[in-house]
């Protein structure tokens, strides 16, 4: 994944406002792999996403995605609201 840092030059004010997005991630997560900010980011923007189309989104497993949001859940830095089926991602930072 890539990720552009200050110093960038963002013409589109939607992108910029995405770089903000990340930026403030990746502050309140200071020990996050690479993987656990990108299910983070992708829970950001749409927080009824699935396990499932987290894994398509970035190109890991099902599995992996679950390893991943239990860890990201244990830490207290995400959590499941209404259930499995018909529930929703929350962060906590």
């Known amino acids: 994944m890539h990720l552009d840092w200050k110093g960038t030059m963002v013409q589109d ?5 995405s770089a903000k997005a990340v930026e403030d991630l990746f502050s309140k997560c200071k020990n996050c792999t690479l993987e ?11 927080p009824s ?5 987290i894994a398509a989104q970035i190109g890991k497993s099902e599995r992996t995605v ?3 949001t239990i860890h990201l859940v ?5 959590i499941r609201r209404n259930g499995k089926r ?6 906590i930072i």
Do not use: F, H
């Open 66 to 68: 679950k390893t991943i």
């Open 74 to 78: 244990e830490r207290g830095i995400l």
């Open 13 to 17: 004010q939607s992108a910029l406002q």
């Open 36 to 46: 656990e900010a990108a299910v983070l980011r992708l829970v950001q923007q749409n």
């Open 86 to 91: 018909n529930g929703y991602w929350e962060l």
């Open 49 to 53: 996403i699935t396990q499932k189309q």
